[in-house]
């Protein structure tokens, strides 16, 4: 296991169950509202200080201190476990029962469109959330937790939110107009009557014309398809219905029933009778029959061409009955055809689809429609139910799924947790590892003689002052021993929580080299909300900058991710720069997105759900998967941070784009060195 380089044995006094995949780690929870869904893996670590393996190219620093992997900075966004989901096949499966690697429907955006395609789940999970219940004008209803996010036609908005102050970010209201289907029909129970009105349209009985089998039996029925699934079904209903003796047989270039028993041959007969009065089962069964024999779904049209004059009108009083539309086609030709069409564009397919549950799933396929806003999709209440329910959430290819026929934004993973043998999903959310020996333990790798007093920096994987430190309080323990044995040290933070422990890093000043940066790379608060929800507001990391400069510390700023199109114009540099000069910043570093793996992911897919005209502009600056922009687009970018910088009395540093990294790194393979920058480590500032 890749965890046995990182922990200890298991502590003599350990209470908690230990959980596989983490031997040796002891696993808690907690039921304070921060950190419902989550589980906390307290290790004692083997070792502390982590050497970056090779020459580290571009980064201030040789040796690291990661206390925690995972970040809680992260969001959810969950629903309700028997909310539909469409699959690929076209039927649809709660969200609580779908597994990792099913074949759902999400969308892609192509040209001004975006357009229903097959996708796949890549991790799934569920948290305990307060709920809410959303209703849309055509009775829909969805129950999800007030961080989800749903299209409309408007862009991407969460269930709940504020106009202003800490919860603002875009999110529902009455009115707004959601994207897709609408609700799904209730898909049919197989009963003994859908069986019958299924077997009803699919076989025919034959007449004798004196054609024998090799075996010397007369088939008696002919199927009206011979598709396997059809096959399949038909047999199987007929075996349900107590006709074991029924075997497909060939008749002519068709297939037939034959059966040696009289019992079963006067049972297929009786099933084959059409009741007196409708049954709304018998119907279903029967529409799904007439479709797998007569139907077809190609270009986006969905027809009925009957070769059998005697189903016509029992398959338009079955359409009528459950109030589809569709028109006539007079398609006559020398066999005498009939074909009827289906309206009300992809919701009354879809409707067909689940509601008469043909067996060809290959006709029921959506994938290349357009997603289109016909159906009134429109906000009528959003009611919280005053109770915390458990949700679940997933992580597709497309970034979305289809949630009882609207478009829903699902969380995005990062390649963080892989290494570690977790998902690089939902785990880097909710399973974070404590090393809660990191204190001791530290203070007995700066007394080994081997210990040379070299830099050290915090905050390079993930964020040091997450949540989880509010609770573990490791970083007082780590400064004031680098502070006991005068060690140079560095922090890089988004985490506000660092204000706890001013006094020490005052202290710690005194007595040696300390270095504090923060990552602030925008002002711009509705886009923070979108990007970096997670983590503290860039007004509230401005004030920590203040606070911190005030007690004589040397605060600087990575300017970092200048996100290109969203960030990056002159006036909006100009603005950043100028606020951070205000706030005390020693040192301003400009660094465009850079795009690993991963993150690379998470973004792409945010980008295209919420800033779709952007995308051919990032696909020219980073082509082919490339993290990195181009120099002279980093150098452009750089120029004008100059030149805010001189405009306001500080002057900039220069640094490489290669030397920002948006994803916590994994831990190496072998050994306790970190990959060197360049290749898998470098300064951390993660957008989650």
């Not at 047989?249 to 006067?266: E, I, K, M, S, V």
Request: proline residues 7%.
């Amino acid at each position: 296991m890749r965890w046995s380089h990182l922990t200890e044995s298991t502590p003599p006094d350990a209470t908690a169950p230990v959980q596989q995949p983490l031997p040796g780690a002891v696993v808690r929870t907690f039921d304070t509202p921060g950190f419902a869904g989550m589980t906390f893996y307290e290790v004692r670590a083997k070792s502390l200080i982590n050497k970056v393996a090779g020459e580290p190219r571009g980064v201030p620093f040789e040796y690291t201190i990661n206390p925690y992997r995972g970040c809680t900075h992260a969001c959810s966004y969950c629903l309700s476990g028997d909310t539909p989901v469409l699959m690929a096949d076209g039927r649809t499966k709660p969200i609580a029962e779908l597994r990792v690697g099913d074949a759902i429907i999400g969308t892609v955006r192509e040209g001004s469109y975006r357009r229903y395609a097959v996708t796949h789940v890549r991790d799934k999970w569920s948290t305990v959330k307060p709920a809410y219940r959303l209703t849309l004008r055509d009775g829909t209803e969805l129950v999800a937790s007030g961080d989800h996010r749903f299209l409309t036609d408007r862009g991407w908005k969460h269930v709940t939110g504020a106009r202003s102050g800490p919860d603002q970010r875009p999110h529902l209201t009455t009115g707004n107009k959601l994207m897709g289907t609408g609700r799904f029909a209730e898909q049919p129970k197989e009963s003994p009557e859908y069986r019958r009105g299924y077997l009803h349209a699919m076989l025919r009985p034959e007449p004798d014309t004196g054609y024998r089998d090799p075996y010397g039996t007369v088939p008696r029925f002919r199927l009206a398809s011979a598709e396997p699934q059809v096959l399949s079904r038909t047999i199987g209903y007929l075996r349900e219905s107590g006709a074991h003796t029924a075997e497909f047989a060939p008749l002519g270039q068709r297939t037939g029933l034959r059966t040696y028993a009289r019992r079963d041959l006067d049972l297929v007969s009786s099933l084959l009778e059409r009741p007196d009065e409708r049954d709304a089962e018998w119907d279903k069964g029967f529409l799904a029959g007439v479709f797998d024999a007569e139907g077809s779904h190609t270009q986006g049209l969905w027809r009925i061409v009957h070769t059998d004059p005697e189903l016509v009108e029992p398959t338009r009083a079955a359409l009528r009955a459950f109030g589809f539309e569709f028109v006539i086609e007079d398609r006559r030709d020398p066999i005498g055809l009939l074909s009827l069409r289906l309206l009300g564009g992809l919701p009354e397919k879809l409707r067909f689809f689940h509601l008469t549950d043909p067996a060809v799933t290959r006709r029921r396929a959506v994938q290349g429609i357009a997603v289109k806003g016909a159906v009134p999709l429109h906000v009528t209440s959003i009611e919280p139910l005053g109770l915390e329910l458990p949700l679940w959430d997933i992580t597709t290819g497309t970034g979305d799924f289809i949630a009882n026929g609207v478009v829903s934004h699902n969380c995005f993973a990062r390649n963080t947790h892989s290494y570690l043998d977790l998902d690089t999903g939902h785990d880097f959310d909710s399973k974070i590892v404590v090393k809660v020996n990191a204190p001791e333990l530290l203070r007995h790798e700066l007394g080994s003689s081997r210990w040379e007093g070299k830099p050290i920096a915090m905050g390079t994987n993930v964020d040091c002052y997450q949540r989880a430190e509010g609770r573990y309080r490791l970083m007082p323990g780590i400064i004031e021993a680098l502070s006991d044995w005068s060690n140079p040290f560095s922090i890089l933070t988004k985490g506000t929580l660092i204000l706890r422990d001013l006094p020490l890093l005052e202290r710690a000043a005194r007595r040696t080299s300390v270095s504090v940066s923060f990552s602030i790379g925008f002002l711009d608060e509705q886009l923070w909300r979108s990007v970096e929800s997670g983590a503290p507001s860039p007004s509230r990391r401005l004030d920590a900058v203040r606070r911190m400069s005030d007690a004589g510390l040397r605060v600087g700023v990575l300017m970092a991710p200048i996100l290109p199109g969203l960030s990056d114009s002159e006036e909006q540099l100009d603005a950043t720069v100028g606020a951070l000069v205000a706030a005390g910043a020693a040192s301003i570093t400009p660094l465009v997105l850079h795009l690993r793996p991963g993150a690379r992911e998470w973004y792409l897919g945010w980008l295209a759900a919420d800033h779709p005209d952007l995308v051919p502009f990032y696909e020219r600056l980073y082509p082919r998967g490339r993290a990195y922009v181009s120099a002279d687009y980093q150098r452009l970018v750089t120029a004008k941070v100059r030149r805010a910088c001189r405009r306001h009395g500080l002057p900039a540093r220069d640094t490489p784009a290669r030397d920002l990294v948006l994803t916590g790194e994994a831990e190496p393979a072998t050994g306790e060195a970190e990959p060197a920058a360049g290749q898998a480590a470098g300064v951390q500032l993660t957008l989650l």
